[in-house]
Nanobody
Framework: QVQLVESGGGLVQAGGSLRLSCAASGRSFSSITMGWFRQAPGKEREFLAAIRLSVGSTYYADSVKGRFTFSRDNAKNTVYLQMNGLKPEDTAVYYC?????????????????WGQGAQVTVSS
């Protein structure tokens, strides 16, 4: 089992920045891939980014490429999503997810473990 706990959400003005954290606990993380998704009211859960923890390779959705950065601190079993240039349309609940595979994927059903979510609200 893997437990994921997000933190760092909140309210920010358009153009501002936030950093989300996701702390993982449970099994060994040497072969784990983690992802960030978000879900706005009335919309499907949307893939944002994925990272392979062992080497730090990343994969981003076009909608956030260049604005969001996914990083990790393996010593702390924690990943981060740095979000810059936030827009009102970025308002959503943000989820981190994990899968025991080295393959990066944007497919929601490919992830086995999910955090509880963190609300991000961007005001105009």
């Amino acid at each position: 089992q893997v437990q994921l706990v997000e933190s760092g959400g909140g309210l920010v003005q358009a153009g501002g920045s936030l950093r989300l954290s996701c702390a993982a606990s449970g099994r060994s993380f040497s072969s784990i891939t983690m992802g960030w998704f978000r879900q706005a009211p009335g919309k499907e859960r949307e893939f944002l980014a994925a990272i392979r923890l062992s080497v730090g390779s990343t994969y981003y959705a076009d909608s956030v490429k260049g604005r969001f950065t996914f990083s990790r601190d393996n010593a702390k079993n924690t990943v981060y999503l740095q979000m810059n240039g936030l827009k009102p349309e970025d308002t959503a609940v943000y989820y981190c997810a994990a899968r025991f595979s080295s393959v990066l994927t944007a497919i929601r059903d490919g992830y086995d473990y999910w955090g509880q979510g963190a609300q991000v609200t961007v005001s105009s």
